[in-house]
Structure formats: C-alpha cells, structure tokens
Nanobody, 117 residues
Framework: QVQLVESGGGLVQPGGSLRLSCAASATIFSSHTMGWYRKAPGKQRESVATITSGGGTNYADSVKGRFTISRDNAKNTVYLQMNSLKPEDTAVYYC???????????WGQGTQVTVSS
C-alpha cells in the first residue's frame, strides 16, 4: 500500500519559515514526480512546486524565490522549504506522487500551514 505522510505544518508569523516533509513509500518514490499542492479556504487546490525523478523543478509564480522543493532519494522524502511566508500562503498543503506515463497518482492527507501574527 502506497503511503505519503506529510509533516512540518504549523502556525508561523509573516516573514517566518517552515519546512514541510513528505515521506513516501519506497516502492514509488524514486520513479515518480513529487509535488506540493495547497488548498486555501474558498479557493481551488493549486500546484505549489514539483520535482521530477531526475531533479527538475517547477514553481508557481506566487512562490518563486521564496519556496524550494527538494528530494532525498535515500530517505524517500520530499521537502518544501518555505521562507518569507505571507498570510496568503495559509492553506492545507498536500504531497502528491504521480507518473504521467502510467497514470499513477497518490496524495497525502495534508498538513495545515497558517501564517498569521
């Protein structure tokens, strides 16, 4: 059974930092693109950042220069380092593992990030 387990969310003041982690099942991690998505109240879920199995990255314009996605293949974990956080970054953040070629697609349970003073 494939599992994605997020951690690292919480409450942080504007301008602060958080690092999210997503531990994935070893059976899929090395072959799948990993991504972070978020859903804010009243808004649709959006892609925040993705990283391919080869290390290629892509970011939403709203987080470029502030967020960094990375993966540790030895630990089967993907990270999202979030700096200079803004109130509009408040959302539930979800980890996703997917492979376009096969159509496989897995989601974590989500972790809440709240940016507020």
């Amino acid at each position: 059974q494939v599992q994605l387990v997020e951690s690292g969310g919480g409450l942080v003041q504007p301008g602060g930092s958080l690092r999210l982690s997503c531990a994935a099942s070893a059976t899929i991690f090395s072959s799948h693109t990993m991504g972070w998505y978020r859903k804010a109240p009243g808004k649709q879920r959006e892609s925040v950042a993705t990283i391919t199995s080869g290390g290629g990255t892509n970011y939403a314009d709203s987080v470029k220069g502030r967020f960094t996605i990375s993966r540790d293949n030895a630990k089967n974990t993907v990270y999202l380092q979030m700096n200079s956080l803004k109130p509009e970054d408040t959302a539930v953040y979800y980890c996703r593992a997917f492979m376009v070629r096969t159509g496989s697609n897995y989601w974590g349970q989500g972790t809440q990030v709240t940016v507020s003073s």
